[in-house]
Nanobody, 122 residues
Framework: QVQLVESGGGLVQPGGSLRLSCAASGSIFRVNVMGWYRQTPGKQREMVAVISGGGTTNYADSVKGRFTISRDNAKNTVYLQMNGLKPEDTAVYYC????????????????WGQGTQVTVSS
């Protein structure tokens, strides 16, 4: 069984920084794209940033230049460094990973973390 465990959320003042981490564990043969998404009440979950196994990244326009996604393939861990935080960044942030659990599993399945709250407020 695969688990994604997030950490690093919290309360921060506008202009501040936070670093989110997400570690995948369990039965893992291979990990493809990893990423971060966020959701606020009454809105759809939106992509924040994603990173391929080779390190190619993609960001939402709203976070470009402020957030940086990275990963440690040896640890099956993805990070999100968030700088210059704004009140509109307040949301529950979810980690996502596309994982083949075993060599016999020929497709990648989507896995999600439990979510971590990020609140930007003075």
């Amino acid at each position: 069984q695969v688990q994604l465990v997030e950490s690093g959320g919290g309360l921060v003042q506008p202009g501040g920084s936070l670093r989110l981490s997400c570690a995948a564990s369990g039965s893992i043969f291979r990990v493809n794209v990893m990423g971060w998404y966020r959701q606020t009440p009454g809105k759809q979950r939106e992509m924040v940033a994603v990173i391929s196994g080779g390190g190619t990244t993609n960001y939402a326009d709203s976070v470009k230049g402020r957030f940086t996604i990275s990963r440690d393939n040896a640890k099956n861990t993805v990070y999100l460094q968030m700088n210059g935080l704004k009140p509109e960044d307040t949301a529950v942030y979810y980690c996502n990973a596309q994982i083949r659990a075993t060599i016999l599993r020929l497709v990648y399945d989507d896995y999600w973390g439990q979510g971590t709250q990020v609140t930007v407020s003075s």
